[in-house]
């Protein structure tokens, strides 16, 4: 029974992940392989938006429809999976698989449970937060929402065909730092606060598994897609449009007496890239542009690691399921592994 619940979950995640994400992915890695050439400009750039333009609706929902024109199908993709997890996997066999006797050993396994769906951060919230939800910990959800994004298999490779190999070595090796080592410390730190957020209790766990379980899976499915939607989509549409109003002036690398080197641009560019939204892949011709605009290897380092990592669509959404101090931890490793990032890829070259 449990395990036909399982293969259920995991057709529907295969399905869905497929169609959005491996399938497209290929095609665009094998173009990328003849080509070497990334096609297509920043996506803060899209309506004529440039460094320093100030706020406007039409910056806001220029950039909103680029955007979700892109992650249209990660979305729904993250919304089945998240629904699937939720009706057809029991909560106690999630806490069971993801959270292990060290919180190295809990993110480890969330990162690694995170390498096959290729999604960014945004796309990673809706389904960390099930899991939150269905009993896994924190330093495991954390490591799977950041992983998405920082271990994207498909990402590497495209890095890989279209820019120097210093930029492979840093978002790897720092992005397993931050990933691993980051949401260790984030589960540590909460733990302390354990007095004030009780532990996560997986949703069924008094639930018998048995066949009325599996008989209320399609009504537990809908259930959940519905609370997703209702909820989760709405204030990510919001937040995606104010990232959008802003971004005239979050990086105005282009303007003249912008200091295109040294640690301050290293450390700005570490915090802006935390809190910018864009679609998997998005910072290769954000960075790409930048570098061309003079920015030093320690700002393109930074941007490298944080632009993906996280955002505030994300941490929106997360902050219900994992609390503020979680995700506050979480942005602050991100923007720390930015600092090393762009100390690595300076000594690099």
Known sequence: MVAAALVTALAIAAVALAWSKWVPYLHKAVTLSGTHTWKGSSILAVG?????????????????SAYFELVWRALVAALLISAAVSAFVPGSWVARVMNRRTKVGSAAVGGLMSTPSLMCTCCTAPVAATLRREGAGTAAVVAYWLGNPLLNPAVLVFLGFVAP????????????VVVVGGSALVGRLVERDAEQRPAAVPADASRPVDGTWLAGAPRRFVLTLLRLGLILVPEYLVVVLAVGAVRGWLFPVGESGFVHAGVLVVIVAAVVGTLVVIPTGGEIPIVAGLAALGLSLGGVGALLLTLPAVSLPAMAMLVRSLGR??????????ALGGVLAGGLLTALG
Do not use: E, I, Y
């Open 325 to 334: 101090r979680a995700v506050g931890a979480a942005a602050g490793v991100v």
């Open 48 to 64: 004529g938006v440039h460094a320093s333009n100030a706020p406007s609706w039409h910056a806001a929902t220029s950039f909103a």
């Open 165 to 176: 190999w210093q930029w492979v070595v840093t978002r790897l090796a720092v992005g397993l």
